[in-house]
């Protein structure tokens, strides 16, 4: 079992920055590739980044690409999720998610094997 926890979420301001950080705790971190995923009320849940298990390569939706970044620490246990010049519709719950499996395309959900529980990001304009 891998636990994720996510955190950083908040209220901002259009234009501004946010990092969002999920820890992770259980089976070996380091042999799972992780993404980030979100959902604004109405829609479907959405790819946004993935990295893979060494961190040498990362994956971005189209729409993300050159304001988010990706990256793990896989000392502490973190991946992180850069987010600048955030944009109103960026409003969402954002979910961390790790799989095992590295078969498949990174934004595809049903690859992932263990979810958090999300956290709130609000861009105002």
């Known amino acids: 079992q891998v636990q994720l926890v996510e955190s950083g979420g908040g209220l901002v301001q259009a234009g501004t920055s946010l990092r969002l950080s999920c820890a992770a705790s259980?089976?070996?971190?380091?042999?799972?590739?992780m993404a980030w995923f979100r959902q604004a009320p109405g829609k479907e849940r959405e790819f946004v980044a993935a990295?893979?298990?060494?961190?040498?390569?990362?994956y971005y939706a189209d729409s993300m690409k050159g304001r988010f970044t990706i990256s793990r620490d896989i000392a502490k246990n973190t991946v992180s999720l850069q987010m600048n010049s955030l944009k109103p519709e960026d409003t969402a719950v954002y979910y961390c998610a790790a799989r095992g499996t590295s078969s498949g395309s990174y934004a595809d959900q049903r690859r992932y094997d263990y979810w958090g529980q999300g956290t709130q990001v609000t861009v105002s304009a």
């Open positions: 990295i893979n298990w060494s961190g040498d390569s990362t």
């Open positions: 259980g089976r070996t971190f380091s042999r799972y590739a």
